[in-house]
């Protein structure tokens, strides 16, 4: 068992969430804590950034804190130990720096399969985060 799970997850896309989601849980048992994260994307361009109105990057952090808190309370029961978190900026780097800062056991992550030679094994944001991570990370498919 594991006291503390990062479980990064993008609620627009089931795979993320639905086989990991589980895992996640069963790893953590009935004292461990599962803290998800959901990150609102950098989009790595100023000239992007302009267009968009003022507050953009706050308010999105906001709207996917409360989705991921009703996402929380409708999958896992009254008495787990759930908390939710939000980053800002590049997939890998906010997942490690995250679980960094809550100093976590595992990273849980879903991987999609293959698609090209770059990503043989596993999907290019869980293939950085296991090249990188200095914790376990159990990659689910």
Same mark, same amino acid.
């Given at each position: *068992? ?19 989601? +589980? ?12 803290? /998800? ?7 790595? *361009? ?5 267009? /968009? ?7 999105? *952090? ?32 906010? %997942?490690? @720096? %995250? ?7 595992? %990273?849980? *992550?879903?991987?999609? +399969? ?20 200095? @914790? +376990? ?5």
């Amino acid at each position: *068992m594991f006291n503390k799970i990062l479980l990064p997850i993008d609620l627009n896309h089931p795979e993320s969430w639905e086989k990991a989601l +589980p895992i996640a849980q069963r790893c953590a048992g009935t004292g461990g804590e599962v803290h /998800l994260l959901g990150i609102v994307h950098d989009l790595g *361009m100023a000239m992007v950034a302009s267009y /968009l109105p003022e507050g953009f990057e706050k308010n999105a *952090m906001e709207s996917l804190k409360a989705s991921l808190t009703d996402f929380a309370a409708a999958r896992f029961a009254k008495d787990a130990s759930v908390q939710v978190h939000v980053g800002y900026g590049h997939v890998p780097e906010t %997942i490690l @720096r %995250i679980a960094g800062e809550l100093d976590a056991d595992l %990273i849980v *992550m879903a991987s999609h +399969p293959p698609n090209d030679f770059q990503t043989l094994l596993v999907g290019s944001n869980a293939d950085k985060v296991v090249r990188h991570a200095t @914790r +376990p990370v159990l990659v689910v498919r």
